[in-house]
Structures are given as structure tokens and as C-alpha cells.
């Protein structure tokens, strides 16, 4: 049974940074590595949004994170990384990873910029 497993958010001031791990258990390499796996928020009263995905190792950003956020994946280790830098208080939310090919959502990881 695969799962995703979130970790790494947190406070942070703004123009710090956080790194996000997503490690997806129990998902074979060829999944993992042909799968779309992305970093989604939510910011209260707000709808969920992509962040970033990778597939292949081929990553893709949203406009408002492009040259801030910087997605990554270990396949070795089955682990997706979201580097975020220079941090802006909209950036606040619960953030979650996704896989789009066993349509999994982990469980969420809360990320709070203060101004």
C-alpha cells in the first residue's frame, strides 16, 4: 500500500526558507519515476493550488514561485523535495503532496511565513 508522508514545514520570517520532504512508501522506482508528483497548497478560505510538479525529473512551477521554490526528487530514497526560498507571507498554508498516478494525497504539512 503506497502512502505519501509529509515533513519539514513549519515558521519561518519571510525571506527565509523551508524544505518540504514527500516520501511516497511503499511505491516501486518505475512508479515513482514516471509518476506526476507535486507540492499543492491551501491557504485558509482558499482553494487548493499547484505548486510545482515533477515527472521524470522534468519539474514544473506555478508563476508566483518560479525562482523561489525548487522541486526535487531522490529516487533512490522515493522522496520529493520542495526547497522554498525567500519566503513571502502569502505563501502561508497547509501544503500537500500528490500523486497523481495512485491519486494519493498526503496528510499535509502546515507553513507559516511571518511579514
Known amino acids: 500500500q503506497v502512502q505519501l508522508v509529509e515533513s519539514g514545514g513549519g515558521l519561518a520570517q519571510a525571506g527565509g526558507s523551508l524544505r518540504l520532504s514527500c516520501k511516497a512508501s511503499g511505491m516501486i522506482l518505475s512508479v515513482f519515476w514516471g509518476d506526476t508528483l507535486g507540492w499543492y497548497r491551501q491557504a485558509p478560505g482558499n482553494e487548493r493550488e499547484l505548486v510545482a510538479t515533477?515527472?521524470?525529473?522534468?519539474?514544473n512551477y506555478q508563476d508566483s514561485v518560479k525562482g523561489r521554490f525548487i522541486i526535487s526528487s531522490d529516487n533512490n530514497k522515493r522522496t520529493v523535495y520542495l526547497q522554498m526560498n525567500s519566503l513571502k507571507p502569502e505563501d502561508t498554508g497547509v501544503y500537500y503532496c500528490?500523486?497523481?498516478?495512485?491519486?494519493?494525497w498526503g496528510q499535509g504539512t502546515q507553513v507559516t511565513v511571518s511579514s
Open positions: 500528490h500523486s497523481t498516478a495512485r491519486r494519493l
Open positions: 515533477i515527472t521524470g525529473g522534468a519539474p
